[in-house]
């Protein structure tokens, strides 16, 4: 196991190069310019060009990577050329903030998603089983962003129950209970699209996994119904669930960019959504790379639990 | 016949679909099974040997549903038992042998869990104990080296070793009956008679009956003492080992040896193929079944029913020309 997890991780440094790579040339290919962004329109050439030669923009596309990569191994993520504060210092708080977002919508889906799924998949073509999938269906094809809006409608302005957006409230002094009555409807929003996609995805791999020859001859030796569905359905219907888990895990952590911005929650997404607003290159160069970041780590996390899951894995 | 019986099935039947639309594929199967005896019940593939099998251990999944007769296991009615009774006797009383070893152990365990779990779904043991059974298991099964091969993961065993762990797995409780439904037909020719002689051995040992269900009368031939001849559901022919390939009755039993190469046979004379196809039970054809296949066909076949006619205390078979034998012979 010790050296899946080395080989798995000495893989990431490839994959983290060539997203920096991405990241840094996609910026370079996108339309307009900064310096005439940052001093507007009316700015003269000459202030243009003295910006360009501060911000390092007149060097040569190699020589600015290297230089934009050297500083962001050493920790240094630059400038915001909006704010002119310290990017790590804008970053990392919204980073946080997006995972306290990611980590409840991730409780919720996974929790309504795999009871749903287990469920219709033991018991399918029943009522509860082509009732709940046409429910996800419907649940997964809502856009968050229209559905954000009518369940602030509903719960935060018709029936008050819920803070309508923000992460605490203004008046109030804080605290986590605060910030849990805040993170309801916003986890309730993200968490729903990932949910139906978990239903189908657990329904299905246990359909698949109650076929096998294996359940069979579990049954003919007399195990009982629960040991059955545990040691013989589920324990092999989660490879599949557990890679859609990792990856609706990427999409909450990078995605959830929409309902942050309905939501008015300080996240990542939120910054993202500003800093490209801003066309403020150091912090969409920074927080892209840290989703990209945690979008891999995610996947490492899966092929962790899937080798613990699966021998055959482990050996391969 | 002076030992008890340990299993007797009478008049089983069991349909899948409704009661309009369906197909009983076991249509009033009757047989016994006497302890340390070998049964083999023959047939072509889809003529419902899997499904009696399956019925015994009441393992038939919905659409399916057995829809009569009786199942009784040393004196115990089997049908009339509810779910949870009847995971007290899968496994412990009846042990059973599936057709593709490849597939019938789960990936994710290793060897030793799949033969403990069933030690412990039967009987009170502490797991030390119960992995100290599961090496005597697959020892006695042939598995060298068990102590260390236990953690060992499926993966890891050939066909072969897989069927023997299955095996294990099977007889692990000390059934009295033993269901192997296509042992062999998934393994390699050579190992195939090491697995056969193996049951053969063991079941002995045990004093077990077993039911083999295989398609192969070659197997029938060195391992049953007794032979059922299934046809589209129904048991056409029932006759102890040397009768059944030397006296055979009905014109299904014929034709069937009439299909097997023997090494001395005369290589000029082709191998004769039943004619025409297996019914579609969906749609059974009126009276005998093999009826429409059969070379020997009366007309009264095509209307009537033809039931199990006796011909000795060991042998019966289910056709009209067995009376005619008689008033001849």
Redesign the interface.
């Known amino acids: 196991m010790g050296a899946f997890l080395a080989r798995r991780l000495a893989g990431v440094i490839p994959v983290i190069f060539g997203v920096s790579i991405v990241i840094f040339m996609l910026i370079q290919l996108a339309p307009g310019d900064a310096a005439t962004v940052l001093l507007g329109p009316q700015a003269s050439e000459a202030a243009k060009i003295e910006l360009r030669h501060t911000l390092g923009l007149d060097q040569p596309l190699v020589s600015q990577y290297v230089v934009w990569l050297a500083r962001t191994l050493s920790g240094n993520f630059g400038t915001s050329i909006a704010t002119q504060l310290p990017v790590a210092t804008l970053v990392v708080p919204r980073f946080l903030n997006t995972l306290i977002l990611t980590f409840g919508s991730l409780v919720l889906a996974v929790a309504i998603g795999y009871a749903i799924g287990l469920f219709a998949g033991l018991r399918s073509h029943s009522l509860f089983d082509r009732l709940s999938m046409s429910l996800a269906l419907l649940a997964g094809s809502a856009p968050p962003f229209w559905l954000g809006l009518i369940l602030v409608l509903l719960f935060a302005i018709q029936l008050r129950w819920l803070p309508v957006s923000g992460m605490q409230d203004m008046a109030g002094n804080g605290g986590w209970l605060d910030v849990l009555h805040h993170l309801v409807l916003p986890s309730v929003t993200t968490a729903l699209g990932p949910a139906a996609i978990m239903a189908r995805i657990v329904r299905s791999s246990v359909i698949e996994a109650l076929g096998?020859?294996?359940v069979?001859?579990?049954?003919?030796?007399?195990?009982?119904?629960a040991?059955l569905i545990r040691?013989?359905v589920i324990?092999?219907a989660l490879p599949p669930i557990v890679t859609i888990t990792g990856l609706q895990l990427g999409y909450l952590l990078g995605g959830a960019l929409l309902t942050e911005v309905v939501f008015a929650w300080p996240g990542l997404g939120a910054l993202l959504y500003d800093s490209i607003t801003a066309r403020d290159l150091p912090v969409i160069q920074a927080t892209t790379l840290l989703i990209a970041l945690a979008f891999v780590l995610a996947n490492i996390a899966v092929d962790l639990i899937n080798a613990a899951?699966?021998?055959?894995l482990r050996e391969a | 016949m002076s030992a008890p019986a340990s299993l007797v099935v009478t008049d089983l039947r069991t349909r899948f679909g409704s009661d309009r639309v369906g197909a009983t594929v076991v249509d009033g199967v009757t047989f016994t099974l006497l302890p340390g005896r070998t049964t083999a019940l023959v047939g072509e593939s889809g003529c419902g040997k899997s499904a009696t099998a399956l019925s015994l251990?009441r393992?038939i999944d919905k659409p399916g549903r057995i829809i009569g007769g009786s199942v009784t296991l040393n004196g115990r009615d089997l049908l009339g038992l509810s779910e949870?009774e009847m995971?007290?006797?899968?496994?412990?009383a009846i042990?059973?042998i599936?057709q593709?070893p490849l597939?019938?152990?789960?990936?994710?365990?290793t060897i030793g869990q799949q033969i403990v779990?069933?030690l412990q779904?039967?009987r009170p043991m502490s797991r030390a104990d119960a992995d100290r059974t599961a090496i005597d298991l697959l020892t006695r099964v042939g598995v060298t080296d068990a102590a260390r091969r236990i953690g060992d993961?499926p993966?890891h065993f050939s066909g072969g070793m897989r069927q023997r762990v299955?095996i294990a797995?099977?007889i692990s409780c000390s059934p009295s009956v033993i269901i192997a439904d296509e042992p062999t037909t998934a393994l390699d020719v050579t190992v195939q008679a090491k697995i056969l002689r193996l049951l053969h051995d063991l079941q002995g040992a045990m004093g077990a009956s077993l039911l083999l269900i295989t398609h192969d009368l070659g197997v029938v031939a060195s391992m049953a003492d007794e032979v059922l001849v299934m046809y589209a559901g129904r048991i056409v022919e029932r006759a102890d080992v040397d009768t059944l390939f030397h006296d055979p009755r009905h014109p299904y039993t014929k034709a069937l040896l009439a299909c097997v190469a023997g090494i001395e046979d005369d290589r000029s004379v082709p191998l004769e193929p039943i004619g025409g196809s297996a019914p579609d039970l969906w749609n059974p054809p009126v009276g005998c079944r093999f009826a429409p296949r059969c070379p020997v066909v009366q007309d009264v076949c095509r209307s009537q029913d033809q039931p199990l006619r006796r011909i000795s205390a060991e042998h019966e078979a289910a056709c009209i020309l067995v009376e005619e034998d008689r008033m001849h012979g």
């Open positions: 096998r020859s294996h069979r001859v579990a049954r003919a030796k007399g195990l009982s119904r040991t040691r013989h324990l092999n899951l699966d021998p055959r | 251990m393992l949870s995971e007290q006797v899968r496994g412990a042990g059973m599936f593709d597939t019938s152990l789960n990936p994710a365990l779990e069933t779904a039967h993961y993966h299955l797995a099977a």
